[in-house]
């Protein structure tokens, strides 16, 4: 069973910088990608950085090259650096896995870590 446990979240100044970590356990073989989504209150649950095997990445429009997600060779830690942090990027944000087979329960989420950034 995957289970993710996200860390590094907390309070910043604008134009500061943060790296989350999502530490991963579990049988990750049916796992497609490894991502970072975050939701603010509201507001929609969004995509803000996805990476594979091969390392490939796809990032939400919003992060405009401020974010860059990273992980270990077997994707079981894996970071967000965040830098230029803006007021608007205040969110929870959230680890999660994809399986290339679907499951009845969705994918795997973790808890969520608060990342605040005052102007």
């Known amino acids: 069973q995957v289970q993710l446990v996200e860390s590094g979240g907390g309070l910043v100044q604008a134009g500061g910088s943060l790296r989350l970590t999502c530490n991963v356990s579990?049988?990750?073989?049916?796992?497609?990608?490894w991502g970072w989504y975050r939701q603010a209150p509201g507001k929609l649950r969004e995509l803000v950085a996805t990476?594979?095997?091969?390392?490939?990445?796809v990032y939400g429009d919003f992060v405009k090259g401020r974010f860059t997600i990273s992980g270990d060779s077997a994707l079981a830690t894996v970071y967000l650096h965040m830098n230029d942090l803006k007021p608007e990027d205040t969110a929870v944000y959230y680890c999660?896995?994809?399986?290339?087979?679907?499951?009845?329960?969705?994918?795997?989420w973790g808890q969520g870590t608060q990342v605040t950034v005052s102007s």
């Open positions: 579990g049988n990750t073989r049916n796992i497609r990608t």
């Open positions: 999660s896995l994809r399986p290339w087979i679907r499951r009845p329960s969705g994918d795997f």
């Open positions: 990476i594979d095997r091969s390392s490939d990445t």
